[in-house]
């Protein structure tokens, strides 16, 4: 079965450190998103990117973040240079289609940690 | 305004026992989906179900079923005949518009133990 897959699993990297996550979305779908979550806490949306641009992000994706879809498979995200409260699971979700069923399908994640 | 609303923080049930997760949601669009998630401890973020708001009929999948309510504007859970495995945090979201790239909304979750 197609899947998400994201890397590394986990990273710690000292703040102020620039960090790229990697994820490789489910090869036909055309909707991506990154998504994080605070140990513990509601799962917070930072981008969504359709055609190469981003369609809609939210307050946490300011200028020290970034995303990119450098070769038509993979999905980044850059954090310029991370804070300490930038630890946390970041997950990268991807979903295909302009009718539902509509569900994103989310990768396994990538726990971030700034020391 | 929240746009999901999960109002049990935790919730308990008897292996082979249904149990029910409330999710209320709010919006002004008429076209909208609503998803449930099941994040055990390891992390990832599994797809349950959906229910897309023109649905006349209910949801199903397997054991996992959507208490669809359009009126009351909820989509509760029912996990039909709890298994030990069932055990993590389930989250409800919703996406507005169809052929958008708009963001889910999640709520807060619900943490499921199964009791043997």
């Known amino acids: 079965e197609p899947e998400v897959t994201q890397t590394p699993s986990h990273q710690v990297t000292q703040m102020g450190q620039e960090v790229i996550l990697r994820c490789v979305p489910i090869s036909n779908h055309l909707y991506f998103y990154w998504y994080r979550q605070i140990l513990g806490q509601k799962v917070e949306f930072l981008v969504s990117f359709y055609n190469n641009e981003i369609s809609e992000k939210s307050e946490i994706f300011d200028d020290q973040f970034s995303v990119e879809r450098p070769d038509g498979s993979n999905f980044t995200l850059k954090i310029r240079s991370t804070k300490l409260e930038d630890s946390a699971m970041y997950f990268c979700?991807?979903?295909?289609?302009?009718?539902?069923?509509?569900?994103?399908?989310f990768g396994q994640g990538t726990r971030l940690t700034v020391v | 305004a929240q746009k999901i609303t999960q109002t049990q923080p935790g919730m308990f049930v008897q292996e082979k026992e249904a149990v029910t997760l409330d999710c209320t949601y709010d919006t002004s669009d008429p076209s909208y989906g609503l998803f449930w998630y099941k994040q055990p401890s390891s992390g990832e973020m599994i797809f349950l179900i959906y229910?897309?708001?023109?649905?006349?009929q209910n949801a199903t999948e397997g054991r996992y079923s959507l208490n669809f309510q359009k009126a009351r504007k909820s989509a509760n859970l029912v996990i039909s005949a709890s298994q030990l495995g069932d055990s993590a945090m389930y989250f409800c979201?919703?996406?507005?518009?169809?052929?958008?790239?708009?963001?889910?909304?999640f709520g807060t979750g619900t943490s499921l133990t199964v009791i043997p």
């Open positions: 229910q897309g708001s023109y649905d006349q």
């Open positions: 979700a991807s979903r295909y289609n302009r009718a539902w069923p509509g569900g994103a399908f």
């Open positions: 979201a919703m996406r507005e518009g169809v052929d958008t790239g708009n963001q889910f909304y």
